[in-house]
């Protein structure tokens, strides 16, 4: 049963330097970089020491609290250094890569007579479980779950991200085979979205039910599609997998083989020549940027879409789950009267002497600046104008901040994940942290509930 | 070395040092801070808490300047010194400098010691309690002298204004974590503390107890009535004004309430700006005509004798009661603080309605102040938090029962 969907609330944040529709190959990067914090809650366990020599698709370590589920190098190489951070938190993993790739060989699985228990062995022993995620609570799925249902949204909506339509061309047969092996996780069916009047490589797929999703930014966020198709109750586990990741899921179910490149757009308004780049997982930033021409030294790196993401530096390291890196300017700079002289070249949700509402299709240079101070919360009716969920925002938040768990869950704190705050926060007039306290409330949800 | 570097020199100074808040509050009055994000969304819109509390002021300012204007009109009116308006909203009678003068000696003082006062109470706050300088006060400080009469001594604004920024907002945590609206709060304060001041007919014209003093020494000088069009009503007299005088606002009242028109103009421009809830201000609306019709419909059934004492505000048209008293300032200005109304889009609907209709009833069944709009927004300021609930409640109840259909 395939469904149309229509998304009315939400904006659409124009941004200029989107990446141009070409493909190149990433300069091969000599230092690569695996951070633990991309896997939330995961305690890691390291099995390789450093100095330690190993093919791509080793397993680099695994998670204490789940030791089946194991994370393996995206390269071959050497483990140079563990870095260490207060109570010896492993921070950052550095690979020092060998110029060439040779890659721990796995045994190709027939899907078609595969059980349910050897898809899933099979993805926790070669490392791909950690592209599962789950709701409630917004974790890497729990191997012993059996989820209703499973979503990947394959609509790009959010600002400059890169475009599924076009990473994902040519990658038919790897994303069946992935969606195959999902669909035998599950009791209920797969669920991909796509958009309405896109040609993604992902519709005509089987094994999956295909809907069509229209409207603006957050439409393209896999929480946002949940909601409209089945939304997660008390009780009840959904999985995510994003797109691009079922491609790596794919290739290593068909050839034996983890390779851990994606496609990678390099956009922001501080590049002279945003494009499209097959990056390996966790590879330098600083060879792709050059690559891609930065033009401000007084910039911010981001690994990730530029409401959700990370800041990395310019020496940083592409970010586990990420497909998009985003350089815009630096904004630690006064503004002489910028709170009460009209606006033309920023974006607001009001019209209070600001004038994006009369240029919905211009293309804006936003910068990093707060525009204002921090607040308690004193307007309201504005973040539901760009939030489409049956929730309160204003609500659910409050009710994170003073940890009230029964409210909370009442709320719908176990549909919600913090990407689908990202709207809310930008438009946020007392400028909270509204994805950091959505974070903080599932984490102790999570710890006293579970 | 320019103005903005050796600001922020001096800001690196005073960080964190007791008087930080205090300097901040006037570097962030001229400059948007460096502030810049960190992880969470990289990018912000370009609205602050500045910003939307400045719409506000703006919408105020044509309520204030008329105001200012009025005064002058009322007070030179009942000296006798012009003749009435004859020629609508631009009468020369009404736009005169010495009108003007007049009028800004009387009010400019009143808007000079409320935000005096009150941002000298906020400043102390943020400094004891070390946090930012909150923008609160900025439209608190504007409303409050455009709803006081003109002639309120300014000793007893300053007394209500530091009682109500300390017991209408600090005690509670500051802008954001108030019950009720602390220009309200101000006015209530006066209301009860000195009623003489607040109500009856002596008030709403500059000069009128003054002169009330000088005949009562025995000088030879005439009186001045200045009653309002509400205190004409309650005591059954007519209303003496001509319909478009009154929605123009060429009436006796407090400083800024009397122009519907301008009051009009302001919705427009916080509806337009989405600063303000148009919910809120519609059903506000919807709430006093259906009251209005109620008290009319008892009128036309014969239920009521012309005797009586509620005859003659009830007996007033429906559509009329909008024009006249404070209701259309409350309910535009003040009923919308999104803070102490209602949070919840259906919230604000029940709690705008609440409004109008009970302002309506209070200004009909209390003869002796018929004013009751400030009195209706602070009563549904104490009951938006329980609107808020049920709302909410429903979407909890919605929530629960998609788990039950499913179970089923």
């Known amino acids: 049963m395939s469904r149309d969907i229509k998304i009315k609330k939400g904006l659409n944040i124009n941004l200029k330097g989107e990446a141009e529709k070409t493909l190149s190959k990433a300069p091969r990067a000599a230092t690569f970089a695996i951070r633990p914090k991309d896997f939330h809650l995961v305690t890691p366990k390291m099995v390789l020491k450093e100095g330690a020599s190993f093919k791509a698709g080793e397993v680099l370590f695994y998670d204490k609290n789940n030791e089946s589920v194991k994370f393996v190098a995206p390269v071959s190489g050497t483990l140079s250094s563990i870095e260490r951070g207060a109570k010896r938190v492993i921070n950052q993993l550095l690979i020092q890569a060998d110029a060439e790739d040779t890659y721990v060989s796995h045994a190709p699985l027939d899907l078609s007579k595969a059980s349910a228990e050897e898809i899933k062995a099979h993805l926790l022993a070669t490392g791909c479980w950690p592209f599962i995620t789950q709701r409630p609570y917004h974790l890497m799925a729990h191997p012993d779950h059996s989820p209703k249902a499973i979503f990947v949204s394959g609509y790009t909506t959010a600002p400059l991200a890169a475009d599924l339509d076009f990473t994902l061309i040519g990658k038919e047969s790897e994303l069946q085979a992935a969606l195959t092996a999902l669909s035998k996780l599950t009791s209920g069916p797969v669920h991909v979205c796509v958009g309405r009047d896109s040609n993604s490589p992902l519709k005509g797929l089987k094994d999956c039910q295909v809907h069509s999703i229209s409207g603006p930014h957050p439409a393209g966020n896999v929480g946002v599609q949940i909601a409209q198709i089945d939304p997660v109750n008390k009780g009840e586990v959904v999985w995510t997998v994003k797109a691009e990741d079922l491609v790596i899921i794919g290739e290593l179910l068909l050839t034996g083989k983890f390779n851990a490149e994606r496609i990678v757009a390099l956009a922001g308004s501080c590049l002279a020549a945003p494009q499209y780049y097959a990056a390996i997982i966790g590879s330098e930033v600083g060879p792709l940027l050059s690559e891609a021409q930065l033009l401000e030294p007084n910039s911010r790196v981001i690994s990730g879409d530029v409401l959700s993401g990370h800041t990395i530096s310019q020496a940083g390291f592409l970010g586990y789950f990420d497909n998009t890196i985003m350089v815009i300017p630096e904004g630690d700079d006064y503004e002489l009267f910028g709170w009460n002289k009209p606006v033309f070249d920023k974006i607001s949700s009001t019209r209070a002497l600001t004038f994006s509402w009369m240029q919905p299709k211009k293309k804006y240079d936003l910068n990093t600046n707060t525009n204002g101070e921090h607040r308690a919360f004193v307007v309201t009716g504005n973040y539901e104008e760009v939030f489409p969920l049956d929730i309160y925002p204003l609500q659910i938040l409050k009710a994170c901040m003073v940890q009230d768990l029964d409210q909370m869950e009442a709320l719908g704190m176990y549909e919600v994940a913090p990407e689908d705050f990202a709207l809310t926060e930008f438009v946020c007039v007392s400028k909270q942290p509204h994805q950091k306290i959505i974070r903080e409330g599932l984490d102790l949800m999570y710890k006293e509930i579970g | ?408």
């Not at chain 2, 209500?160 to 209408?168: H, K, N, S």
């Not at chain 2, 109500?199 to 003093?213: H, L, M, P, T």
Request: net charge neutral; aromatic share 12%; hydrophobic share 50%.
């Open chain 2, 1 to 408: 070395m320019g103005l903005k570097q050796s600001l922020h020199t001096l800001k690196e100074k005073y960080k964190g040092q007791k008087m930080a808040p205090a300097f901040n509050a006037l570097h962030t009055f001229l400059y948007t801070p460096n502030e810049i994000t960190h992880d969470g969304t990289h990018i912000k819109a370009v609205d602050d808490l500045k910003r939307t509390m400045n719409t506000v002021i703006m919408a105020l300012v044509p309520c204030l300047i008329f105001g200012m204007f009025n005064a002058g009109y009322q007070h030179y009116l009942a000296t006798g010194e012009i003749t009435a308006v004859s020629n609508g909203f631009f009468s020369t009678e009404f736009w005169q400098w010495s009108n003007l003068v007049f009028g800004a000696w009387k009010v400019l003082p009143l808007v000079v010691v409320s935000y005096g006062v009150g941002l000298a109470v906020e400043f102390l706050f943020a400094v004891i309690k070390g946090h930012e300088v909150e923008e609160g006060y900025l439209v608190t400080g504007m409303l409050v002298p455009l709803i006081v009469p003109v002639d309120i001594p300014l000793w007893m604004l300053s007394i209500a204004v530091i009682f109500g920024v300390v017991i209408g907002k600090e005690v509670f945590g500051g802008t954001g974590m108030n019950i009720l609206n602390p220009a309200l709060t101000i006015r209530a304060f006066l209301f009860f503390a000195y009623p003489t001041w607040m109500s009856g007919d002596k008030v709403w014209v500059a000069g009128a107890q003054e002169r009330a003093n000088q005949l009562a020494a025995g000088m030879d000088v005439d009186s001045i009535s200045g009653e309002t069009i509400l205190g004409s009503l309650a005591q059954n007299k007519s209303m003496g004004y001509e319909l478009w005088d009154m929605f123009y606002g060429f009436i006796p009242g407090s400083v800024g309430e009397t122009s519907t028109l301008l009051i009009l103009i302001g919705a427009a421009v916080l509806i337009f700006s989405k600063i303000a809830s148009w919910r809120i201000m519609l059903s506000g609306l919807i709430g006093a005509v259906v009251m209005g019709l109620i008290f009319n419909g008892v009128v036309d059934a014969g239920w009521i004798s012309s005797n009586s004492g509620f005859y003659g505000l009830m007996s007033t048209p429906y559509w009329l009661h909008l024009m006249i008293g404070g209701l259309a300032f409350g309910i535009v200005f003040m009923a919308t603080d999104p803070v102490t109304g209602a949070q919840t889009n259906k919230g604000k609907w029940i709690y705008g309605f609440f409004i109008g209709f009970i302002s309506i009833m209070i200004r009909v069944f209390n003869p002796a102040y018929p004013e009751g709009v400030f009195l209706a927004i602070l009563l549904m300021n104490v009951f938006a938090p329980t609107i808020d609930h049920y709302v909410v409640q429903g979407n909890i109840k919605r929530r629960l029962n998609r788990l039950k259909v499913k179970n089923a």
